[in-house]
C-alpha cells in the first residue's frame, strides 16, 4: 500500500465484501472529484466513501464527510453514471467511517445523504 487511505479503502472493502457487496470499480477519479470505491449489492449500484480518524474527537470521521465534501461527491457519482450509462441505475450513496485502533470500529451508513 501506497498511503493510509489505500489501507483504510482496502480495510472497508474487505468489510464490504463480507457484507455480501461485490467491487465493481475503486477510486473513480474524474474532474468533478473522486469516488473511494463503487459496488453492487444485489442489482443496486452503492457509491462508497471511506473515512477514517483514529479517535472520534472533533466528530469523529463522520463529521468528516462536510456538506462540501458531500457535493463534490454527488458531483463525481453523476459524472459516473453519465459515463457509464447508468442514469436509469439504482444507486445509493453511502459513507463507511473506520475509527479507532485495531480492532476498528466499523459505522456503515447507508444512504447517507438523502
Not at 489501507?7 to 473513480?28: D, G, I, M, S, W
Not at 453492487?40 to 473515512?51: D, G
Not at 470500529?105 to 438523502?114: E, K
Amino acid at each position: 500500500m501506497n498511503n493510509k487511505g489505500e489501507y483504510y479503502e482496502q480495510l472497508a472493502l474487505a468489510y464490504l465484501q463480507q457484507q455480501q457487496l461485490t467491487l465493481v470499480c475503486r477510486n473513480f477519479q474524474c474532474k468533478a472529484g473522486e469516488i473511494d470505491l463503487v459496488m453492487r449489492q444485489s442489482s443496486q449500484l452503492v457509491f462508497i466513501e471511506v473515512k477514517y480518524r483514529a479517535s472520534n474527537a472533533f466528530g469523529g470521521a463522520l463529521a468528516a464527510v462536510t456538506p462540501a465534501k458531500q457535493k463534490k461527491l454527488l458531483r463525481a457519482v453523476r459524472w459516473y453514471l453519465q459515463q457509464h450509462g447508468g442514469q436509469d441505475q439504482a444507486c445509493r450513496i453511502d459513507v463507511l467511517a473506520i475509527e479507532g485502533r485495531e480492532p476498528f470500529h466499523y459505522n456503515w451508513v447507508q444512504n447517507a445523504f438523502s
